[in-house]
């Protein structure tokens, strides 16, 4: 047995023998030859320092820069390494006493512990910064200075597209989204600072430096062998059109709305404005936690994106997307017309159109350049009712199937967080609704842009890009490319073309013909643009509210969408001016204003009156405006006179 045992004694001692050795030898290479390790463990006089990268930065569709980054500092603690330092110096510079300097390290103790790295005063303002510069000696080894990157935003404009940066929360800190940071770093809290995050924080560096016997640095250890360099983020480059965007914002002013353009070629955002707006400069530096907690509160709400967040009833600006149903159904054809005498009374209760004169409605494109009401209705109610279709619910579903697949309803999937879906009922709603009971005279609201259906202005210029490109479209989106690269895989679905099923290219052709007729010789005609051949839909949406358990109705929102030119298109857009009338006021001249800046890169002086009466028209509530704070926060481009601005797009 124990002739057997032998070799398999000796492997056994081999193996550990072995084990040994490997180790000794590791020890020994480690200890003796390889430095690193320990040097660093025996450096006492060794600082390690964060070093934070460059956040990337974001251009425009021209290439011009429209954020940029300054350097600001932080003061950190290590609270445990706070001791035997002058405390009543270092309260002096930061203007704190002595108990708010014991508030903030309790603070910094519960949040992070008392061995880590936790900001106690953030973004220091320059002249604090200098005079703790010259003493920073004095407060270590427990303080340090951190620099950090802050944007400015040298346009002013374009806050709810870009977002902001701010602190991580230690509620975020728990989460495993967020593994990556440490207390005191900065993330993107809203728009593509938010949804490009990933790209655009780079990452993190760290740096040793020699102490001398008073803390202070002095210079690189070991010639910054064991340094590791900070990869700065990567830039965004936008469709967004920088001009566009101050152009839409300076008319918005002193309204309450938005702008949304695209281009229906690419689906790129051309412009985004949502009023009212801020100066996205209020939420950088020593100021943004004070500034923010203002602008959450304005009775304006500029925080609120409407561009992708309010929904609106469509109004007239539906009647498109009806007639493309009707026709791809085949319940009309371009010369079916409609006898209305100024209402529609097929089912029981008038409802009114703007037109009584004979014949408005006679053809497709007299009702679509007129804006009758009752051609519209009742083409809903052909749709829903046809025999095809076996009964009115699966109608109505068919209405929705098509509505959806004209992208109301649902979010489209911009890059820029916070969409809302809007509202189509679909058979399910109308049945919970209707508790079952309902025909096609229930909801025929739909059919002109009223009632149960609500958009987005996201969602109705991008209708229009459908309109545009005769049944496709690209999902619309801000980024072009990362650094260059268009092929990123974070972009690869917005570079997919969609097509709407089925609708026939000879449907999309009469309507487009029609609303080339709004502009031409309709209700749009303050739209038309010398030589360019714009296709338009004004609209007058109701507005009606709750009030005290009472149904208002309230001023209607002026609406208008559109694109330009009829062939090759390159600018599709939607405007909403809440509480401002007839779609023709307001609305239309301001898209016509935008579309003919970017489409002839100027403005002709023939229509400098316009300009000046859209800058000068104040659709807010006396008592709204008499609240906000807006003015006085934006300084001193809130408070531009409409002659001022006018300067900047016309010559005298």
Not at 1 to 30: A, C, D, E, T
Not at 304 to 320: D, E, L, V
Request: aromatic letters at 8%.
């Amino acid at each position: 047995m124990s002739v057997y045992n032998q070799p398999r004694k000796r492997v056994i001692q081999f193996i550990i023998l072995g084990m040994v050795m490997l180790i000794v030898v590791r020890l020994f290479f480690l200890q003796v030859i390889e430095k690193k390790y320990s040097k660093l463990a025996d450096a006492n006089a060794v600082l390690r320092k964060v070093v934070y990268p460059s956040r990337g930065i974001i251009f425009d569709r021209k290439k011009r820069s429209i954020l940029s980054n300054d350097a600001m500092y932080d003061l950190v603690v290590t609270p445990i390494a706070a001791k035997n330092i002058d405390t009543s110096y270092l309260c002096q510079i930061l203007q704190i006493d002595k108990e708010e300097f014991k508030r903030r390290i309790a603070t910094a103790i519960i949040k992070n512990g008392s061995r880590r790295v936790s900001v106690f005063a953030s973004l220091l303002p320059p002249d604090m910064f200098g005079r703790l510069q010259e003493s920073m000696y004095m407060f270590q080894p427990g303080f340090d200075l951190v620099q950090r990157q802050i944007r400015s935003y040298p346009f002013s404009a374009a806050a709810n597209i870009l977002g902001y940066i701010g602190e991580v929360s230690p509620q975020m800190l728990v989460k495993p989204a967020y593994s990556a940071y440490n207390q005191g770093d900065y993330l993107g809290m809203t728009g593509l600072e938010r949804a490009y995050e990933s790209v655009l924080m780079g990452q993190r560096g760290i740096q040793y430096l020699v102490k001398d016997n008073l803390n202070r640095p002095q210079g690189s250890y070991e010639k910054g062998e064991f340094d590791t360099a900070a990869i700065a983020g990567k830039n965004l480059h936008l469709s967004l059109d920088i001009d566009l965007q101050v152009l839409g914002e300076h008319l918005m002013r002193n309204k309450i709305g938005s702008i949304v353009a695209i281009d229906p070629q690419t689906g790129g955002l051309l412009a985004m404005v949502s009023a009212p707006t801020y100066d996205p400069n209020l939420l950088t530096g020593s100021y943004r936690a004070r500034n923010f907690s203002r602008l959450f509160v304005d009775t304006t709400k500029p925080l609120f994106n409407r561009a992708i967040q309010a929904g609106y009833p469509p109004g007239s600006s539906m009647k498109p997307l009806t007639a493309l149903i009707a026709l791809d159904e085949g319940v009309i054809t371009p010369s079916f017309g409609f006898p209305c005498h100024g209402a529609y009374v097929n089912c029981g209760r008038p409802i009114a159109c703007t037109h009584t004169t004979p014949g408005h409605a006679a053809n497709l494109r007299l009702a679509i350049a007129n804006s009758c009401n009752a051609y519209f209705v009742h083409l809903y109610r052909l749709e829903v009712d046809a025999p095809k279709w076996g009964g009115v619910k699966k109608g109505h579903q068919k209405w929705h199937d098509y509505i959806s697949s004209f992208g109301l309803g649902h979010r489209l999937g911009v890059d820029i967080p916070g969409e809302s879906g809007g509202k189509a009922i679909d058979t399910a709603g109308m049945n919970k609704l209707y508790n079952g009971q309902w025909n096609s005279c229930s909801e025929l609201y739909v059919g002109m842009g009223q009632g149960q259906v609500v958009a987005t202005p996201l969602q109705m210029a991008n209708a229009m890009c459908i309109i545009a490109n005769r049944g496709s479209y690209f999902l619309p989106h801000f980024v072009h490319s990362i650094d260059g690269d268009e092929s990123d895989p974070i972009l690869k679905k917005y570079k997919e073309k969609h097509t709407v099923a089925h609708v026939a290219d000879t449907s999309y052709r009469s309507v487009i013909y029609g609303m080339q007729d709004v502009v031409e010789s309709g209700t749009g005609r303050v739209a038309q643009i010398e030589g360019v051949i714009v296709c338009g839909k004004t609209g007058t949406a109701e507005n009606n509210a709750v009030v005290d358990g009472k149904l208002v109705k309230l001023k209607n929102h002026s609406v208008f969408v559109a694109f330009a030119p009829r062939d090759n298109p390159k600018i599709a857009i939607a405007v909403i001016v809440e509480n401002a009338g007839f779609g023709a006021t307001y609305a239309a001249p301001i898209a016509s204003l935008i579309m003919e800046k970017y489409l002839h890169d100027t403005i002709s002086v023939k229509r400098k009156p316009m300009m000046k009466t859209l800058l000068e028209y104040n659709t807010l509530d006396p008592i709204v405006r008499e609240k906000s704070k807006l003015d006085s926060l934006n300084g001193a481009t809130a408070k531009m006179t409409s002659d001022q601005i006018l300067k900047l797009y016309f010559r005298d």
